[in-house]
């Protein structure tokens, strides 16, 4: 047995079964070990934005971590931005990144370069393998990692001797270290906190989505207080069934105007509003300057515990019915295309328990309105910003939920970072409709350029912000992937190919002209 | 004037005044003053590695820095693998890295990231202007550092708040100090030692496509020592009146059998051969361990003033004309599809001073041959082995020399990395031939699972090496992009398709089934 295969057996032991793979020369021994064990099931990816994205999405709908295999400083490179995504998800990842062999590593071939330096850089936890023997316990320690404080992005660096020498066993992942809370006497001012008029409570993580998410809905009812969510969750529960939250927003002027009012904040798996960018004139902090602000629980604390425990001080009843949304389905849109529209059909016929991954960017606005009242669905944002998220995390969650469709709103320019994930969704038949909104650029950046004060856009920047002449044609980049696609250019087009890729099960494209 | 107006007047006062970008809302100010500079040319990039691997292109081709418009540390993470690339090639590259205001740095805004850490993996040159009146000096020292030692990567860290406070003037940036050269009794000894029998001269960089290696050549046939060239030279002349090179292998075996009997290696621009990757019981270094290796002069240093001191102490006269290629330009080849048969087509039609970028891969060996025979033309390589180099940087040597067909050699798995290049070659009308080799798969990976003692290859192995179920559709994927493409299954296809292309001015695809 060599030190790749005691990795595998210790990743499979300790319950690490899915792989998102893009590996080099300096993996072949994982790759070799994997032969032998079908258990693991690896997912090829034609790009490692592709598996990083992939590892995310599959945490959010599982809670599992997955391991993704990347070659060296550059593969972990071409994936650092979904794992920058991944950790402000505070989803658990753990990527295998194969080096070269220690002994080689002392002469300046072509791939060194500074594997340590990179993951760190975004790593939680980053280890190198020092030689066979300990690669078994490395593993272990690596998934704990990514395991621990909820989620964390884990790197294991393995020389590639480290993978092709001699070495024996397996080891097992120990449970992470619990989780903390936060005291009683913090809990008490809380839960005073939460009864003064003018208070909210700020949750994240599970409580979006989970049963925990009920216990804070009843706090609310019991305390009077707002409830509020972030702008760009991991995952929150939408649609019928679902808690209401009120979601904080993108742009400054609104987010000040949510909270103002506010006296007293509870931040619980949470950490204090912040504003996506800073701006010349605007604030960084969007909540009232003079309001009590009780950061009671961090995201990486034991937020579900705290709830009840809040619960429990405040003796909040179990949630009555009508905190829950309920929902009366709109009919189909018809006529020119809107978002508002398309947002409407979304509603119409997104299928229960549907999981939506939402980077469309400008548009999401749009299409996240009306779709409060579709039937219940997961909706997943682009926590950390970093675009080129939404195929490789739909493809992510849609290994993780077979039985669940999956829908992407994407943006073109965000779109294009990542595309090659639909080749993968593909090869695995995954049941993901993605549906590009082709406005034709970066529109995001016109709103920025007025928000940083320029209000004249001259031939440079709208040679920037424009991805015209030529247009991308979505329906041929999808062709080009092997994944049929359609241009619709109405509501009514849009109607009826949403409704065939909902009926169907596999990857579909739509390319939306708006 | 603000920070970022001061920037850009220092980029262009000191000759940068080409910018690969992919901006975002950090960069707003950045592309606002180039609204009011349009001699400052901006090319759009639909995904960072695109940018910075025509920054990489462009500089082999002109020996000039051009900069390029990195988003946040997401956005130079996608970068990161062409900057390896650039940094293996001796490329000088200016990174501007837009970062959050420092005062917006303190909270845990979506988009924080460690930007220093990232840029400190593969930067030679780092920095974080402190205020907007440093910002014209840091861009001086930027330019510089780019400049230093042959060529560098810097990286200049932009808050968002320095680019828009108020500033003055602008700076120039100062040469970049002068290189170091070897001592005189480094060049009598290895003048010495190039008159052994078992002698070989080992050069890089500009000796292989400038005038130093006629010098280098001189120096050859006066001392009767070999003349080596690296494995994967950021640029070398090659075919009609081109200096002859042995030119080190990718194999292991075969650079050891090359470097058999060399007694003293004199290694002038480069270091000493490497090993691509280590190997179970394989070498790392594959000259002969008894050989004499003197480390003259470093690619940082100036190996081409060390070449013609070298050249006089020997007395080496100039060159004889029977040193330079002569050619016999072959006839186009005819029937089934084969590499030797592309490289024939390749060799018969590739027209004069052609710019050649080979990530051919597996392919290249073959094309490569055939291919002496051409008319004179330029080779670059992918010096630091990070695949999704050919694109990019064809994008990069078109823009620096548009009165020069561009032509790309890439394989289907390398090709998919950064396939985003294509948009630009069309938005720009770059004069650029794409040729993919679909053997859809990373065969490669075939031949390195068998180098590291794996002969047997399982289910899972096959799933990570195939690019299959379902093939990738090139033709498609080019008509995405808004580029027309080709598919060829036999030669006398591909001598048509490759002719209608080498007669015609802009962007064309052409997919090779092999």
Same mark, same amino acid.
């Given at each position: ?7 595998? $057996? ?45 590892? *995310? ?41 194969? *080096? ?19 993951? &760190? ?47 024996? +066993? ?100 949470? %950490? ?9 004139? $605007? ?5 009232? @300057? ?21 619960? $429990? ?26 978002? *508002? ?11 229960? *328990? ?10 999401? /606005? ?9 039937? +219940? ?13 939404? &195929? ?27 595309? %090659? ?57 999808? $062709?080009?992937?092997?994944? @049929?696609?359609? /241009? ?10 949403? @409704?065939?890729?909902?009926? %169907? ?10």
């Amino acid at each position: 047995m060599n030190g790749a295969e005691t990795l595998v $057996k210790t990743l499979l032991a300790s319950g690490v079964d899915v792989c998102f793979a893009n590996p080099g020369t300096s993996e072949m021994h994982f790759v070799a070990a994997l032969d032998t064990h079908p258990e693991m099931r690896c997912i090829l990816c034609l790009f490692e934005g592709g598996a990083t994205g992939a590892a *995310d999405g599959y945490f959010r709908m599982t809670g599992k971590v997955a391991a993704t295999l990347l070659h060296l400083a550059p593969g972990f490179g071409n994936g650092f931005a979904n794992l920058h995504n991944a950790r402000k998800a505070q989803s658990g990842v753990l990527n295998i990144m194969g *080096d070269h062999a220690s002994y080689h590593l002392r002469h300046e071939s072509p791939l060194k370069g500074d594997t340590s330096g990179i993951s &760190q850089a975004v790593s939680h936890w980053t280890r190198v393998s020092q030689d066979a023997r300990s690669v078994a316990a490395d593993g272990a320690a690596a998934v704990q990692a990514a395991r621990a404080r909820g989620g964390q992005i884990a790197t294991l660096i393995l020389p590639a001797n480290t993978a092709w020498e001699a070495a024996v +066993g397996r080891e097992v992942s120990a449970a992470p270290p619990a989780l903390l809370r936060p005291s009683d006497a913090e809990i008490d001012a809380a839960a005073r906190a939460l009864c003064q008029p003018g208070a909210a409570l700020l949750v994240d993580g599970a409580a979006l989505w989970g049963a925990a998410g009920q216990v804070a809905a009843s706090i609310a009812a019991k305390t009077g207080c707002r409830l509020l969510a972030p702008c760009l969750p991991a995952r929150i529960r939408r649609g019928e069934g679902a808690v209401r939250f009120e979601r904080l927003a993108y742009v400054v002027e609104e987010n000040v105007a949510a909270l103002a009012g506010i006296t007293h904040l509870v931040l619980c798996g949470t %950490q204090r509003p912040t504003s996506f960018f800073a701006y010349p004139g $605007k604030v960084s902090l969007p909540a009232p @300057a003079d309001a009590c602000v009780l950061e009671l629980c961090s995201s990486d604390m034991d937020y579900e515990a705290t709830l009840d425990a809040l619960a $429990k001080v405040l003796g909040a009843d179990p949630l009555p019915p009508d905190a829950l949304q309920g929902i009366d389905l709109p009919n189909l849109p018809h006529g020119p295309m809107s978002l *508002d529209g398309i947002g409407q059909a979304l509603a119409a016929l997104l299928p229960q *328990d549907a999981i939506v991954v939402d980077e469309a960017i400008t548009n999401s /606005r749009f299409l996240a309105a009306p779709t409060v009242s579709a039937r +219940g669905h997961d909706w997943l944002a682009v926590t950390g910003g970093a675009i080129g998220f939404g &195929q490789p995390a739909a493809l992510g969650a849609a290994v993780a939920c077979p039985d669940r469709k999956v829908v992407v709103l994407e943006g073109d320019g965000s779109g294009m970072y990542t595309l %090659q994930a639909l080749w993968t969704m593909a090869r695995e038949g995954l049941d993901v409709t993605v549906v590009v909104f082709s406005n034709r650029g970066y529109q995001i950046l016109r709103g920025e350029l007025a928000n940083v004060g320029v209000t004249e856009v001259g031939r440079n920047a709208v040679r920037m912000f424009d991805v015209v002449e030529p247009s991308l044609d979505w329906v041929a980049l999808a $062709k080009g992937h092997g994944v @049929a696609g359609v /241009r619709v250019t109405d509501l009514d087009q849009f109607s009826d190919a949403f @409704a065939a890729a909902m009926a %169907q099960k596999g990857p579909m494209l739509i390319e939306v002209i708006c």
